[in-house]
């Protein structure tokens, strides 16, 4: 099975801070990786799915990139709303797998 | 608007089956997609159950080690979950979502916390 690593853990920024979320995977995935918002009591939402293209209706200030094993999110200028966790998730091979999570906090 | 809502009992037995329904409206299942389960424990993170889709294909995680049954009623525009067995350890907020092929998830239910307890 792939195993999903994200970094950090947990975050701290403030409104208008750049902020970059790291994913590696145990093999190479292509660029079968997905991004997701999750705020308490909410499900998921997709942000970015494979490495880079934004879902429709997400804000530009999301961007992803990356391929095979190291990917990276990006949020250029943080706003207050995006105070989330956020989960990573290959859909390389079954079983699909997601990271463990990263807490962006407010500094 | 493609909107997805699971239903079912909120606290199931140890033991028992744990068994859930998601019916989809905005979108006819047997147009395509694949359809999953994902639950997530309090406190942790994100786990695929499995999926189907609209021709019966199934995929099963291989962890929950042979318990789980998905089923689709494309008359009902729904599908269906049974988790037989369980334990604390399937304590969770399950989701039903979609999935186009390239296997993200694109829409989701809202949630249903599911307390397995005697």
């Known amino acids: 099975d792939i195993q999903m690593t994200q970094s950090p853990s947990s975050l701290s920024a403030s409104v208008g801070d750049r902020v970059t979320i790291t994913c590696r995977a145990s093999?190479?995935?292509?660029?079968?990786l997905n991004w997701y918002q999750q705020k308490p009591g909410k499900a998921p939402k997709v942000l970015i799915y494979?490495?880079?293209s934004l879902q429709s209706g997400v804000p530009s200030r999301f961007s992803g990139s990356g391929s095979g094993t190291d990917f990276t999110l990006t949020i250029s200028s943080l706003q207050p709303e995006d105070f989330a966790t956020y989960y990573c998730?290959?859909?390389?091979?079954?079983?699909?797998?997601f990271g463990q999570g990263t807490k962006l906090e407010i500094k | 608007q493609v909107q997805l809502q699971e239903s079912g009992p909120g606290l199931v037995k140890p033991s028992e089956t744990l068994s859930l329904t998601c019916t989809v409206s905005g979108y006819s299942i047997s147009s395509g997609y694949y359809w999953g389960w994902i639950r997530q424990p309090p406190g942790k993170g994100l786990e695929l159950i499995g999926s189907i889709d609209h021709s019966e294909s199934i995929y099963y995680n291989p962890s929950l080690k042979g318990r789980v049954t998905i089923s689709v009623d494309t008359s009902k525009n729904q599908f269906s979950l049974k988790l037989n067995s369980v334990t604390a350890a399937d304590t969770a907020v399950y989701y039903c979502a979609r999935a186009p092929a390239l296997g993200y998830f694109d829409y989701w239910g809202q949630g249903t916390l599911v307390t397995v307890s005697s």
């Open positions: 998730q290959q859909s390389y091979s079954t079983p699909y797998s």
């Open positions: 494979a490495a880079s």
């Open positions: 093999q190479s995935i292509s660029s079968y």
